[in-house]
């Protein structure tokens, strides 16, 4: 490849290129193919590898007929089409197609708030099997698969679920995924009633409790509003605002669990059974547990019983019924346990419950291991897959590198790729009692020269990124057991030494300065410990959270208590003890002003193989066994996520990298890594605080004319002539031979004989087409010879020939240009006597400051009379020097700069509908108290000036201010500040005086 940018794709928009992909799952580098890799069963591994030395001939498209006809290349192919046709063949319910236009269609929607074409794919995908399939024969022929997939032959009926599985890699967005399902189905459900097809009442399940916490955004925060929202139906931007009150009752509706309170439990009190307690045959003590009915009703209480229930699942991969095997490991044996608790509390609430659709979500939605089916194959539910190579090829994750070799005589890898297997044997072995590692950590030198090289190459980035954060890039240590994570983090982050009576006589500080909890002179306990251990120990009696902990992190904890409020609306902040604290630590790793803002490294026991999602991680080590390419993914992933968003100037993302070693994976891209320097960025939103310096507007796609006369005439004094430029078409050309002396010339005398009338007719011919039809779409005919009329006045006199051009040659302009511009002339005229209206958004009439929230790389300016915090800078004085004036003059009551509102003034020009966006807002009074709102354009039209000035006067403010007192706002102004900056207070207070 030429471009040193990997990243082929735009995050949201379908992938149109490829790496080629050989037989053996490899990828050639070298060559790029046009259009969207399919999906392939045969690549079990999602991990991508480059190309050997010895180039094969094959690769997938060979065998493009043997997979093209697979479950979820049918489904992709007809939901794109779907896709296509806007929705339209077949149509769905009008509420499902209003969420899709407003999610995936909607031209107002900033790139801050576009969705992955992965979440787009995914809730398409589920709206097209629930409403579309079925009016099809090829969706029927899908819907008979799924149905198959889903009731095997030798599976107990009982466990034969409605499932769909989405397959989307870590960082392609599965929460907001899962908000848009939510919203797909509660939305419809309140629009029709008795429609089965939508669900009551929507249940999702998390494999532990850090996940299903992190869920919490899920519920809708009742306490905030505005930008301060903290639930995903508002940071997202997927709830239209006139659908925004109706968010008031999905709680209700909405339960998050993690499915270990499937299992049934101890009965406590009164219900206890009379046996209970006593010796049973089998020598045990007897104890009473709940039946199915009461774990139902301890989990889902407020659900009424035979309602429409939807099951979310995430992390899906962990649901699925094992098939009984005769010799399984011991992990592999609890991991079977594991999910047939899961999938058995499904099927109890499956009897209780209509249960209309389990919707599986996972970046693995594999059978794993141990299992009774194919190790590692595919759940043949998936409807779509949009695996770790598309999201690396579309740049919606970093890019992971490994050691690709080294200066051993490992052969098959080198050693820091699988670091555990050369290790194994001289590490603490689970089981031993912490009490034999007490005093220095004696840590196998491989692990240290491993340490050496990784934390020096963290540091390179430490020392790039850092100062510019403000928040530190993150060290991740993954460990077998709580015994090596003690080891290793009492090496990196210090220990105290005590005596035999348990007294600490000294301190021993971190191998690594930037890793140690200690300074390294004084050796006292640094008030914000870098390194963190987080294991099953460490959360009940590591003493990380202690008096001093809690005295120095007091404004981070009472944060996480108010947003426990919101994501535990049933449960008291009360309940937050030491261990929750430290969870919260880990959740909210590299996040400004949370508890875990400050943390550089994280030692840990297997607790971050998912469900994690700090953006700041750049290393990973693993010290564990990895019995799959599935568990090294699952590890990786925790590096993935990206830190920044922002496009690039081919509106991709930028890459970024994590650097991993120790996850030995057989398949993936080595290489050297190019850091490219963060961005300063700036966050740029609505202060709660200043809610009194509110800016509303109307928000406008068009305008309508209410006609007072009947007759249609211009008024083109103010309009500038038409150029007819002759350098755009030649007026002659000559023709000659390398043979011949003799030339020929080509000329348009056939277009210069024509008619003038024939031009004017043809002219008024497409001014009926564009701008005189009725409400069905028919042309208003009688309108004709005032139409005419006019065409004729503005050919004679408003058209200006340049160069070698003639009249004539208007008819090899666009036709809609012209029009526009004789419109011009008659939106001025109509302005004097006839009514013009707004046509409104149709997801949002009237926007707001509230909703200003967004980062940029721009310079920006601090405010105090606005209600969002900066001003963004274009320039670099001109805004600077506006914003300083408004806030000094007493005239000014609030402004706002245009960025990030999402104002604009619709216009036509050239044929093509546009949008103007003016410079500021600001709420004004006049010397004689008059109160109005006044638009502002500070740094001048950058083109088509004269067309949106004539829109503003002519239209846009005509338009607002005829139907103001509806709004409930003051009247609107605009004006230019056409002389020196430097001048704007005058030219403000002039104008003023003259309203």
């Not at 769909?164 to 908000?179: C, D, E, L, R, W």
């Not at 100062?467 to 240590?477: A, C, N, R, S, T």
Request: charged share 30%.
């Amino acid at each position: 490849m030429t471009d040193k940018n990997p990243i082929l794709n735009r995050p949201y928009t379908e992938p149109a290129l490829h790496y080629r992909t050989l037989t053996d799952g490899s990828l050639d580098y070298d060559k790029v193919l046009k259009g969207r890799r399919m999906y392939d069963p045969t690549f079990n591994s999602p991990i991508p590898v480059k190309q050997g030395a010895q180039g094969s001939l094959l690769d997938q498209h060979s065998f493009k007929e043997d997979i093209e006809n697979h479950l979820i290349n049918l489904i992709r192919k007809e939901v794109k089409a779907w896709r296509l046709s806007k929705y339209e063949s077949p149509a769905p319910t009008r509420v499902s197609k209003e969420l899709l236009n407003f999610w995936f269609n909607n031209p107002d929607r900033q790139n801050h708030q576009k969705l992955f074409f992965a979440q787009q794919e995914a809730v398409e995908t589920a709206i097209w099997l629930n409403e579309i399939a079925d009016k099809t024969g090829v969706g029927k022929s899908i819907l008979s698969r799924l149905h198959d997939a889903n009731n095997p032959k030798d599976q107990d009926a009982s466990f034969s679920l409605p499932r769909i599985a989405f397959k989307m890699a870590t960082g392609s967005g599965k929460t907001v995924v899962m908000a848009m399902l939510i919203l797909y189905h509660y939305f419809n459900r309140k629009e029709y009633r008795s429609d089965t097809r939508f669900a009551d009442y929507f249940l999702l399940i998390a494999p532990g409790v850090t996940i299903r916490d992190r869920l919490g955004v899920l519920y809708v925060d009742t306490l905030n509003t505005g930008n301060n929202a903290r639930d995903y139906y508002r940071e997202r931007y997927l709830v239209p605002q006139y659908l925004e009150k109706d968010l008031n009752n999905l709680n209700a509706k909405v339960a998050i669990t993690n499915y270990h309170t499937f299992e049934l439990r101890n009965i406590q009190g009164n219900k206890r059974s009379p046996m209970d307690g006593k010796i049973g045959e089998d020598g045990k003590k007897q104890e009473a547990k709940e039946d199915a009915s009461l774990m139902l009703k301890r989990v889902l209480g407020k659900f009424r019983r035979d309602s429409r229930l939807l099951i979310i699942n995430d992390e899906a991969h962990h649901c699925y019924l094992p098939k009984k095997a005769d010799k399984v490991k011991s992990d592999t044996k609890e991991e079977n346990a594991r999910a047939a608790l899961w999938i058995s509390g499904v099927a109890e609430i499956a009897k209780k419950y209509q249960l209309k659709n389990v919707y599986d979500l996972s970046a693995t939605p594999y059978f794993l291991n141990g299992s009774g089916y194919d190790p590692y194959s595919l759940f043949p539910w998936v409807t779509t897959d949009f695996g770790l190579i598309e999201a690396i090829e579309s740049g919606l994750v970093k890019i992971p590198f490994l050691p690709e070799s080294d200066t051993t005589h490992a052969i098959e890898m080198p050693k820091l790729r699988n670091l555990y297997e050369h290790v194994s044997d001289e590490l603490p072995k689970k089981g031993k009692k912490k009490e034999e590692y007490f005093g220095e950590p004696k840590l196998p030198a491989l692990i240290k020269n491993a340490l050496d090289q990784f934390v020096s190459h963290y540091k390179k980035d430490f020392g790039d990124v850092g100062d510019l954060f403000k928040i530190p890039p993150v060290f991740i240590i993954v460990c077998n057991n709580t015994n090596v994570s003690s080891e290793i983090y009492k090496y990196i982050a210090g220990y105290d030494i005590h005596d035999k009576d348990g007294n600490i006589t000294d301190v021993k500080p971190g191998h690594f300065d930037i890793f140690s909890n200690y300074h390294p002179d004084t050796r006292k306990p640094l008030a914000k410990p870098p390194t963190l251990i987080i294991d099953s120990v460490a959360l009940e009696e590591s003493g990380q959270v202690d008096a001093e902990f809690r005295n120095i992190f007091a404004t981070e904890i009472e944060l996480f208590k108010r947003e426990y409020r919101i994501t535990h609306p049933d449960k008291s902040a009360d309940n937050i003890d030491d261990a929750m604290i430290l969870r919260e630590v880990l959740n909210t790793v590299g996040k400004p002003g949370r508890l875990g803002a400050h943390i550089r490294c994280v030692v840990s026991v297997n607790m971050l193989t998912e469900g994690w999602d700090a953006n700041t991680v750049t290393h990973i080590m693993g010290v564990r066994a990895f019995g799959s390419q599935l568990l090294c993914e699952q590890v990786a992933g925790r590096a993935l996520r990206r830190k920044s968003y922002q496009l690039d100037k081919n509106g991709k993302f930028p890459p970024e990298y994590a650097h991993i070693i120790g996850v030995p994976f057989k398949l993936f891209k080595g290489g050297t890594t190019v850091i490219v320097p963060p961005v300063d960025t700036t966050r740029v939103q609505a202060m709660a605080e200043r809610k009194s310096f509110e800016i509303t507007f109307p928000q406008l796609t068009g305008y309508r004319v209410e006609s007072a006369e009947s007759t249609i005439v211009a008024d083109f004094s103010k309009v500038k002539p038409y150029e007819i430029d002759g350098s755009r078409y030649p007026e002659s050309t000559i023709m000659g031979s390398a043979f011949l002396q003799e030339t020929q010339t080509l000329t348009l005398e056939e277009i210069r004989d024509k008619r003038e009338q024939e031009l004017i007719y043809g002219i008024t011919k497409h001014m009926l087409e564009h701008y005189y039809i009725d409400d069905e779409g028919n042309r208003q005919f009688q309108k004709f010879a005032q139409i005419r009329n006019v065409v004729a006045y503005w050919l004679r006199n408003k058209t200006k020939c340049i160069g070698d051009a003639f009249q004539n040659m208007l008819f090899y302009e666009n036709a809609k240009g012209v029009c526009d511009h004789i419109m011009l002339g008659i939106h001025a005229e109509q302005r004097k006597h006839d009514r013009i209206l707004p046509i409104y958004n149709y997801y949002n009439k009237i926007g707001s400051t509230t909703y200003v929230n967004n980062n940029t790389t721009k310079k920006v300016y601090k405010t105090k009379k606005s209600h969002v915090n900066y001003v963004v800078a274009d320039t670099d004085t001109w805004e600077q020097i506006a914003a300083k004036t408004l806030e000094e003059m007493t005239e000014v009551t609030s402004y706002v700069k245009n960025s990030f509102l999402n104002f604009f003034i619709p216009y036509t020009a050239h044929g093509k509908d546009s949008k103007y966006q003016p410079d500021f807002i600001a709420k004004v009074k006049t010397p004689s108290g008059k109160k109005i709102n006044l638009i502002i354009e500070i740094s001048g039209f950058s083109h088509d000036k004269d067309v949106k000035k004539a829109y503003v006067h002519d239209r846009w403010l005509p338009a607002v201010n005829n139907v103001r007192d509806k709004l409930e706002m003051d009247e609107w102004h605009f004006i230019e500040i056409a002389g020196e900056i430097k001048d704007i207070k005058n030219e403000l207070r002039d104008y003023l005086k003259k309203i």
